[in-house]
Structures are given as C-alpha cells and as structure tokens.
C-alpha cells in the first residue's frame, strides 16, 4: 500500500488550520500530516501541534516554494511514496482526497483542476489562471488544465529527480514544466473551486514579474 503524506505550507493561518486539520483527519493519520509553518506570527503552529500532527516551522518567512521543499524533503527522508499538497486556507476541500489517491494509481503528478468551476473565480483570477495554464502547457508541451491549483499530488521518485529552484508561488509553475520535461506522466482530477473573502496572500505585481522572469528562463533554459 503506497505511503503518502499530506504537506500543509502554511502563514498566519490560525483561523482556518484547525478546520482544515478536523477534515483531514478523516483520511490520514496524524504521523502523516505535516504542516510546514513559514514564519506565522500567529498560532498557526500552536493550534496544528494540538491535533497531534507533525510540525516543522521556517524561522523567518520563506516562501511557499521553500516551504513545500522542506516538506518533499522531509516525504523522501521518511520513506513515503508520495506527497499531496494543499492550501491551509480552506480553498482545497479534504472531501475530495480520495480522487488524488486513485489518480496515483495511473499517473506520477497528479494537479486538482477548477476548469469546471472556474466561472466561480473572481474575473482577474480567471484571466490569471487560463493565461498562465496556456503558457505553460505550451512550454511543457503537455496540456495542463490548471497549472496554478497548489492541491496536487507527487511521488517522490519525481521530487528525487524534479528539483525546482523558485522560491515563492512561482515553485508550483516551474514544477508542471520540469516535470513535464523529466518524462513523467501528468494528470488531472476535477477539484472545486472555493473562494473564501479572505485576502489572497499572493503579491499580484511582484508574483507576475516572477512569473514572467520564471517563463523566460524556462524557454531558454537547456532541456
């Protein structure tokens, strides 16, 4: 039976970790859940250590991409055979794990796609999302339906091989292409798409310079 463990990255989350956390409980174990703290000045920490689960905290704050290669790290280290990635802000529903779980049976990267719902996302979030998902598939030379969704699922002989540099949100973007690239098999499941009236923590103009800084070395970069 694969071995799979559910990375958090997480930063000032205290008002959402422990829903999430409740949820997600019904599906794995605490030993295998691993929330990785990117420097919260809240109790982020303090509220996910009360279910029992792992937690590894970043003393300053790193970024989402350096925070998710601590957790790969800590997935290879220990022996699992995969790793599914969400959001801690309850964007991603635990409900739908188990489509990630059966995916892993045909595909090595599997990525939760809102292309039925993404009517439901705010208009600039739209147009972020198919433009980005049509660059991207066109450089990786695979069609990917929402390259920018953080619910995903990866096995490690993928993070042995895959090492992207990127520090921040740009990580989940450099991740589809190398993969890609590496030879592996990528696949989609249909997630929901959930908007809460929290603000989103990404810098939309530092995050799309980084983007287009990411696109460039992508392209030019030797294969």
């Known amino acids: 039976m694969m071995r799979v463990l559910l990375v958090i990255p997480a930063y000032n989350e205290a008002k959402f970790i422990g829903k999430l956390l409740q949820k997600t409980l019904r599906y794995f174990e605490p030993q295998d859940i691993l929330v990785i703290d990117d420097g919260s000045q809240d109790a982020t920490s303090e509220i996910a250590k009360s279910f029992g689960v792992k937690v590894l905290k970043n003393a300053k704050n790193l970024g989402k991409g350096r925070s998710l290669e601590k957790g790969f790290a800590y997935a290879v280290q220990n022996g699992y055979d995969a790793v599914i990635t969400m959001d801690a802000d309850l964007q991603h529903d635990p409900d739908e794990l188990p489509k990630f779980l059966k995916a892993a049976e045909s595909f090595d990267f599997v990525i939760g796609s809102r292309w039925q719902g993404l009517g439901l996302m705010p208009w600039d979030r739209y147009m972020s999302n198919r433009l ?17 969704s953080g619910y995903r699922l990866i096995k490690t002989k993928v993070l042995r091989k895959v090492r992207p540099k990127s520090a921040h949100y740009d990580a989940e973007s450099e991740y589809v292409v190398l993969v890609a690239r590496a030879g592996f098999k990528i696949g989609n499941v249909p997630i929901k798409t959930i908007y809460g009236e929290e603000e989103s923590s990404v810098n939309k103009v530092l995050d799309t310079l980084r983007f287009l800084k990411l696109v460039l070395k992508l392209i030019f970069a030797p294969q």
């Open 132 to 148: 980005t998902t049509l660059i991207l598939s066109a450089i990786a030379g695979v069609k990917v339906e929402d390259t920018q």
